[in-house]
């Protein structure tokens, strides 16, 4: 056998030199000194997430596995909900979101072609494009400064007989009105997708229960790119607590697929070639039964396996996003006279992704974001700022493709005056002080 006399004396070895490794040309032991590059965002790992991600390379499996489970049960119990199914990007987590909802057993709730879905154009197109894929319509409404998020008092206003869902973000870890429009959903007996993507770690409180954001709906996403709130490169997450959209979610995500047997274990369920299905002959083998038109978003367990470790960290990750973002807020709190700064939504506890700011009139934001910027300084838009602007419109404008609900006046505003800074946990107070110190001279230009 050579140098070790088993497979796990080998593994220990190895992950023990990756271990090394990592200390020694991976670990940041520099300390930050003003005109150094601050990123909005980056990845905060050590050791463990590398050993991990060695550790399932040694395995070779590729797919989902071992490591995916584990952080599949372990993110559930996190969150306190039921059911929880990675995929390989949060793109990929709001198009399988909303093609679940396209199901034919969900009867009179399923979102057919031309029905609606109430949403935001102050976000991210990938919210919106899965509705637009589909054939459905999104409704747009405006959003609210200085919490950007949805617009509550528009949702009456946007229904329709052809409404059957709200599918919206919670805007940089600022958790939308959801005693509102949660309340909207259920009296009209609406889904409600929580896009929990840049929110990952928020709490809302509706009389008095706390739970966390993306699973007081029925269904929330997650994305795992390496700016948002815990990383695995790439990697996704849908989440539920309804076990019938659970099931869907796992056949839309793989390939379409009647069977739920996990992957590699064949006659999980022990009714292989027991079925009769559609036109198929009796007994086809169920694995190739396909009750829908899916996809393949699986993750892999290599990027699983950073996740696992990434989750035990990310409780501290939260507490160190909330400690930048009311450091910083407090810094520039001088500049309340030329700058909207941001304010939670009540009854939350947000899980901060960035700082957003608004400059007041008379205040170029162009102007400002260039003085920061050129201090090292990285600067965010809050994303397509309105996204019925853009190019990917151009072929739909005017058309019954999608429809708007009043003027999207602040939804314009947002994407003229404003723009954020990160607050991500590797962040040092010294580079938060810095921060601030910049954005005040950048007001004052």
């Known amino acids: 056998m050579g140098r070790w006399n088993s497979e796990s004396e080998a593994r220990k070895e190895i992950l023990g030199l990756v271990a090394d490794y990592f200390h020694a040309y991976k670990e940041n032991k520099k300390p930050f000194q003003p005109g150094d590059r601050i990123t909005y965002a980056a990845r905060v790992f050590d050791e463990k997430e590398m050993c991990s991600l060695?550790?399932?390379?040694?395995?070779?499996?590729?797919?989902?596995?071992?490591?995916?489970?584990?952080?599949?049960?372990?993110?559930?119990?996190?969150?306190?909900?039921?059911?929880?199914?990675?995929?390989n990007s949060g793109s990929s987590a709001n198009l399988i979101a909303f093609s679940a909802l396209t199901a034919p057993e969900l009867g009179e709730r399923q979102i057919r072609r031309g029905d609606e879905v109430i949403t935001v154009a102050a976000g991210f197109p990938t919210t919106v494009t899965p509705v637009l894929q589909y054939g459905a319509v999104p409704v747009f409404v405006d959003v609210t400064i200085p919490q950007y998020n949805i617009d509550v008092t528009k949702l009456e206003v946007a229904l329709s007989e052809k409404t059957k869902a709200v599918m919206v973000a919670h805007t940089l870890g600022n958790p939308f009105d959801l005693k509102a429009?949660?309340?909207?959903?259920?009296?009209?007996?609406?889904?409600?997708?929580?896009?929990?993507?840049?929110?990952l770690g928020s709490q809302y409180t509706i009389d008095g229960e706390t739970r966390f954001t993306g699973t007081w709906g029925d269904i929330g996403t997650s994305s795992f790119y390496p700016p948002h709130h815990m990383t695995m490169g790439e990697g996704g997450c849908v989440y539920t607590n309804n076990p019938q959209l659970h099931r869907l979610i796992l056949s839309y995500r793989d390939w379409g697929r009647d069977c739920v047997c996990p992957s590699g274990r064949d006659n999980f369920c022990g009714h292989r070639f027991d079925g009769q299905y559609g036109e198929l002959p009796k007994g086809y083998d169920h694995k190739y039964v396909y009750s829908h038109f899916g996809y393949n978003l699986k993750v892999t367990d290599m990027q699983a396996a950073i996740g696992c470790e990434q989750l035990k960290k990310f409780p501290a990750f939260v507490e160190r996003r909330r400690h930048?973002?009311?450091?910083?807020?407090?810094?520039?709190?001088?500049?309340?006279?030329?700058?909207?700064?941001?304010?939670?939504?009540?009854?939350?506890?947000?899980?901060?992704?960035?700082?957003?700011?608004?400059?007041?009139?008379?205040?170029?934001?162009?102007?400002?974001?260039?003085y920061i910027e050129g201090q090292g300084i990285q600067t965010r838009m809050l994303f397509s700022g309105n996204l019925t602007k853009h190019p990917c419109f151009n072929q739909i404008r005017g058309t019954n493709a999608y429809r708007v609900v009043g003027a999207l006046s602040d939804t314009d505003r947002i994407m003229r005056d404003t723009f954020w800074v990160g607050v991500y946990p590797g962040m040092t107070d010294e580079m938060i002080d810095y921060m601030a110190q910049m954005i005040l001279e950048a007001v004052e230009q």
């Open 54 to 87: 060695v550790d399932s390379a040694l395995d070779f499996w590729l797919t989902t596995g071992r490591f995916a489970e584990e952080f599949e049960r372990e993110f559930a119990k996190w969150l306190g909900i039921r059911f929880a199914s990675l995929v």
């Open 324 to 370: 930048n973002w009311a450091r910083l807020r407090a810094a520039l709190e001088p500049a309340a006279d030329k700058l909207i700064l941001p304010e939670p939504a009540a009854n939350s506890t947000p899980s901060w992704f960035g700082f957003l700011m608004t400059v007041k009139e008379g205040i170029d934001r162009e102007k400002v974001v260039r």
């Open 181 to 199: 429009v949660k309340g909207f959903c259920d009296k009209h007996g609406l889904w409600l997708v929580e896009d929990n993507c840049d929110a």
